[in-house]
């Protein structure tokens, strides 16, 4: 199913052009017109899912093998030095488009951008609690 009013639908479908580097019958893989890096590119799943709480395990699984090929790609070609696979879902963790897609961020050697958080110091107790939350 395709959103009329989504961006990354009409992008995903060829309604709107793209710089595409993969395309087959489920995904578009395009570069990102705001890269945070050289080859920063976005796949995009041709139906509309607003994020990994809606895509179907069988589309996610293959999202991750497309990534996990064009990571590739993109690395010997552009002889980046790492990679960033990023996800994001939901405003408050930085979505803007809400039409599920991943990020794939070559890194070069001093490159000047973070991806980042900062991290806690939880107890052992605490994190025996959250364990618990999670698995009970
Ligand atoms: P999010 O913050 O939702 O995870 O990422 C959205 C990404 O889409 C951003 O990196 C932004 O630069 C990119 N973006 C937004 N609109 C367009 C567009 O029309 N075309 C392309 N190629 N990228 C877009
Ligand atoms: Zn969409």
Same mark, same amino acid.
């Given at each position: 199913?395709?959103?009329?009013?989504?961006?990354?639908?009409?992008?995903?479908?060829?309604?709107?052009?793209?710089?595409?580097?993969?395309?087959? =019958?489920? %995904?578009?893989? &395009?570069?990102?017109?705001?890269?945070? +890096?050289?080859?920063? /590119?976005? !796949? *995009?799943? @041709? =139906?509309? %899912?607003?994020? &990994?709480?809606?895509?179907?395990?069988? +589309?996610?699984?293959? /999202?991750? !093998? *497309?990534? @996990?090929?064009?990571?590739?790609? &993109?690395?010997?070609?552009?002889?980046?030095?790492?990679?960033?696979?990023?996800?994001?879902?939901?405003?408050?963790?930085?979505?803007?488009?809400?039409?599920?897609?991943?990020?794939?961020?070559?890194?070069?050697?001093?490159?000047?951008?973070?991806?980042?958080?900062?991290?806690?110091?939880?107890?052992?107790?605490?994190?025996?609690?959250?364990?618990?939350?999670?698995?009970?």
């Amino acid at each position: 199913m395709r959103k009329d009013d989504c961006i990354f639908c009409k992008i995903a479908n060829g309604e709107i052009p793209s710089k595409t580097i993969y395309e087959d =019958e489920e %995904f578009r893989v &395009i570069l990102d017109l705001g890269p945070a +890096t050289k080859g920063h /590119a976005l !796949i *995009l799943p @041709k =139906e509309h %899912f607003q994020n &990994i709480y809606e895509i179907p395990q069988e +589309t996610a699984a293959k /999202a991750m !093998i *497309l990534a @996990k090929k064009m990571a590739t790609l &993109i690395t010997e070609k552009l002889h980046a030095d790492g990679f960033n696979i990023v996800q994001n879902n939901n405003e408050v963790a930085g979505q803007t488009v809400f039409h599920f897609h991943m990020h794939l961020i070559p890194r070069y050697e001093g490159d000047g951008q973070n991806i980042n958080w900062i991290p806690g110091e939880p107890t052992q107790e605490e994190l025996e609690k959250i364990k618990d939350e999670i698995t009970k």
